[in-house]
């Protein structure tokens, strides 16, 4: 999940800058990570995984239908984060 922060600021810092093969190749590299979550075998990371799939998908677009800010996503990665850095 640690990852999947790294490259969901790369979708927001494509977008801000116009760079659109950036934005296209972070999202990529992001559902990516999510197929890997979805088949994990965990069904309710298997629900979590879809819906933050969706949203990062639709962040990717010109036009978002989801009003979900980088604060918010930052909100939502960061324990995973922590939690990453604490195991080293």
């Known amino acids: 999940m640690a990852n999947l922060w790294s490259e969901t ?3 927001f810092i494509g977008k801000e800058n116009g760079d ?6 972070a ?3 992001a559902v990516r990570i999510i197929e890997k979550i979805k088949n ?5 990371a298997e629900i979590e995984a879809g819906i933050l799939e969706d949203v990062l998908k639709d962040l990717g ?10 604060k918010e996503l930052s909100s939502y990665f ?8 604490r195991c080293e």
Not at 40 to 44: A, E, I, N, Y
């Open 20 to 25: 659109e093969a950036m934005t296209r190749s």
């Open 27 to 29: 999202l990529e590299r």
């Open 40 to 44: 994990s075998g965990d069904k309710s």
């Open 9 to 11: 600021e790369k979708i």
């Open 78 to 85: 960061a324990p995973f984060a922590l939690r990453t850095m």
């Open 61 to 70: 677009k010109p036009l978002s239908k989801y009003k979900v800010s980088r």
